[in-house]
């Protein structure tokens, strides 16, 4: 990734976002710009390299909070944007959720996420598959006046499957099969198609009508 000097930046038109995936700033910057004309979006890994904090949050919205605070004690900047999302199945009661990335115990391990959560519902119908990704998204703003806070939430409804299929996405993205696009897998679309109905998308969508 590309480095970019901090010092060069002009901390009232520069947002940095939580993450160290360039696509996922050109996403942002794509759907925010609009309603922040002159505004820099920049990856908190352009910046540097920093440690991730603890994200002990209670859902995800709180999560993303704790990783947009966290980019602004670290970079001295005044904006921030975060995001936190994960998978929510209907008979699991919301699980795996705001532990779906360590939802078989090791953190971002794929494979064994999807293996636990094809066991889990072993026994469960098609009919009752239901699931969402979810995501929260905030905009920080602090200052010496004190913290501004805005917050989008978006979800992309579908069903768990019974097998994974395709080779795009990561996640549970073999395993879950969007309503927007029936009888696709999330894995089974291209970039452009996944981006235009993912739950990212529609936080984004709905921080931006508050701006």
């Known amino acids: ?6 010092n060069t ?12 995936n360039a696509h996922k700033v050109t996403e942002i910057e794509a759907i925010l710009s609009p309603g922040m004309p002159g505004t820099r979006f920049v990856a908190l890994g352009e910046l540097g390299s920093f440690p991730d904090p603890i994200e002990d949050g209670k859902s995800f919205y709180e ?5 947009a605070r966290a980019a602004l004690v670290e970079t001295g ?3 921030a944007i975060a995001d936190d999302s994960g998978l929510c199945v209907d008979a699991l009661d919301g699980a795996p959720g705001i532990f779906s990335a360590r939802f078989a115990g090791g953190h971002g391990d794929d494979a064994a996420n999807n293996q636990k959560l094809l066991r889990e519902l072993t026994d469960v119908p098609e009919a009752k598959r239901t699931a969402r990704f979810h995501s929260s998204v905030v905009l920080v ?6 913290e501004g806070i805005l917050r989008g939430d978006g979800d992309c409804e579908g069903m768990i499957g019974f097998v994974g299929r395709g080779d795009n996405g990561f996640g549970y993205d ?3 099969l969007p309503q927007d696009t029936p009888g696709k897998t999330m894995a089974e679309l291209e970039p452009e198609e ?9 936080a984004l969508e709905d ?3 508050k701006l």
């Open 63 to 67: 999560n993303a909070l704790i990783k």
């Open 77 to 79: 900047l005044r904006f």
């Open 1 to 6: 990734m590309q480095k970019v000097d901090i």
């Open 174 to 176: 073999p395993l879950f």
């Open 194 to 202: 996944k981006n235009a109905i993912s739950h990212r998308f529609h």
């Open 141 to 146: 703003e602090s200052d010496e006046d004190g």
């Open 207 to 209: 921080l931006k009508a």
């Open 9 to 20: 930046l002009d901390p009232r038109h520069t947002v940095v976002v939580a993450t160290g």
